[in-house]
């Protein structure tokens, strides 16, 4: 079954708007990760957060994490039209890197 | 650095044949690699973890007759897709762990006429 579960599934905004993705699992983590796939290509790891962080910022990137709520964001603040990707979080358990993908959001940014 | 390549980015093939895919981490050393498979708007879904010298550990509900996993080398595992059917067809991802973050590969786009 799915370990992370990303909303909303898709995501329209303005260019220089502000972009928020949530993404929840079910299981205690080890820490839990930040992808973006542009279209019909390769991941791009952008963040990775641990279980014993809160928050965490990279550039225009901001993630954080409860885990008493088992939850995360990504804000990506000043969107361009090139942050148009899907992004997934995913999730490691154990020590085997071994990740588990949520769904996605599809993120469009219109210039 | 830690980048992942992938061969052949995508191919086509007639139902029953069988479909080779390489994955090489171009500058380093990966001693685990992992597969994964991708269909149309939808996520990652992780096939097996290749370890180099040893056998693929599949995830359940994964042939592993049908996808054979090869690693043989630091540098080098292989799918290989036998007997390809039209539901086979699929984004195939690989990755490799360097030292504890996984880099992805291009993918490869396999469709089975």
């Known amino acids: 079954s799915q370990q992370g579960e990303e909303d909303p599934q898709a995501l329209s905004i303005q260019e220089g708007e502000n972009a928020t993705m949530n993404c929840s699992y079910k299981t205690s983590i080890n820490n839990l990760q930040w992808y973006r796939q542009n279209s019909g290509r390769g991941l791009v790891h952008l963040i990775l957060?641990?279980?014993?962080?809160r928050e965490k910022h990279s550039g225009r990137l901001r993630v954080t994490l409860d885990t008493s709520k088992k939850s995360s964001s990504l804000l990506i603040t000043a969107s361009r039209a090139a942050d148009t990707a899907s992004y997934f979080c995913?999730?490691?358990?154990?020590?085997?890197?071994?990740?588990?993908f949520g769904k996605g959001t599809l993120l469009t940014v219109n210039p | 650095g830690a980048v992942v390549s992938q061969h052949p980015s995508w191919v086509i093939c007639k139902s029953g044949t069988s479909v080779k895919i390489e994955c090489r981490s171009l500058?380093?050393?990966?001693?685990?690699m992992f597969w994964y498979r991708q269909f149309p708007k939808q996520s990652l879904m992780l096939m097996a973890t290749s370890n180099e010298g040893s056998k693929a550990t599949y995830e359940q509900g994964v042939e592993k007759d049908k996808f054979l996993i090869n690693h043989a080398s630091l540098t080098l595992s292989t799918l290989t897709v036998t007997s390809a059917h039209p539901e086979d067809s699929s984004f195939y991802i690989c990755s490799a762990t360097f030292p504890n973050t996984q880099y992805f590969g291009p993918g490869t786009r396999l469709t089975v006429l």
């Open positions: 995913a999730t490691v358990r154990g020590s085997n890197y071994k990740l588990t």
């Open positions: 500058d380093f050393q990966a001693t685990t």
């Open positions: 957060i641990r279980s014993n962080e």
